[in-house]
T-cell receptor, first 112, second 117 residues
Framework: SQQGEEDPQALSIQEGENATMNCSYK?????LQWYRQNSGRGLVHLIL?????REKHSGRLRVTLDTSKKSSSLLITASRAADTASYFC????????????FGIGTKLQVIP | NAGVTQTPKFRVLKTGQSMTLLCAQD?????MYWYRQDPGMGLRLIHY???????AKGEVPDGYNVSRLKKQNFLLGLESAAPSQTSVYFC????????????????FGDGTRLSIL
């Protein structure tokens, strides 16, 4: 499968700690995106990082991309209870049928 | 600004019944998508549309049909519902600014939870 795979599948941390989620994929990509999904809601776009970029920041979020290792990480600093959600990486692969392919997600619980 | 609106939010069907899921977006997006989300499977693309009057198959199109008669609306139809189609269905839309499909962030609705008995 070309699907990105998130790791870990579940993560529980205390409020104020940092949370790191990883995404690995198998084939060359055009870009990689991270989304958040709160329980019972749709996905919300967080960050898009293109294949020629190595790092992007947005507020408390930092995304890195290592195309040589075919992996990306999402770091949430100083986590809050409101960050409790599932986080998905989505990849757009080069060549052939180009579409966004979503992983199965990391379920993050931030304990107040 | 409503974004992407899906109706209905919940529905229970019997096997063999038909229904249409409605998606409307008010962002003037060219691209629209239908996904299904199942536990342990992530989101899988059912059908998508790159503009009014055009549709294309995604990863799991069997048992579904779509129509995009107006730019702002994307309809997903189940002609003869099966228990395997029990899922949460999400509609999404995005701009097109060149590059491949998926080159821009997608905006999602809150989903339709569909149970087929």
């Amino acid at each position: 499968s070309q699907q990105g795979e998130e790791d870990p599948q579940a993560l529980s941390i205390q409020e104020g700690e940092n949370a790191t989620m990883n995404c690995s994929y198998k084939t060359s990509i055009n870009n990689l995106q991270w989304y958040r999904q709160n329980s019972g809601r749709g996905l919300v776009h967080l960050i898009l990082i293109r294949s020629n970029e190595r790092e992007k920041h947005s507020g408390r979020l930092r995304v890195t991309l290592d195309t040589s290792k075919k992996s990306s990480s999402l770091l949430i600093t100083a986590s809050r209870a409101a960050d409790t959600a599932s986080y998905f990486c989505a990849t757009v692969f080069l060549g052939g049928y180009q579409k966004v392919t979503f992983g199965i997600g990391t379920k993050l619980q931030v304990i107040p | 600004n409503a974004g992407v609106t899906q109706t209905p939010k919940f529905r229970v069907l019997k096997t063999g019944q038909s229904m249409t899921l409605l998606c409307a977006q008010d962002m003037n997006h060219e691209y629209m998508y239908w996904y299904r989300q199942d536990p342990g499977m992530g989101l899988r693309l059912i059908h998508y549309s790159v503009g009014e009057g055009t549709t294309a198959k995604g990863e799991v199109p069997d048992g579904y049909n779509v129509s995009r008669l107006k730019k702002q609306n994307f309809l997903l139809g189940l002609e003869s519902a099966a228990p395997s189609q029990t899922s949460v269905y999400f509609c999404a839309s995005s701009y097109v600014t060149g590059g491949p499909l998926g080159n821009q962030p997608q905006h999602f609705g809150d989903g339709t939870r569909l149970s087929i008995l």
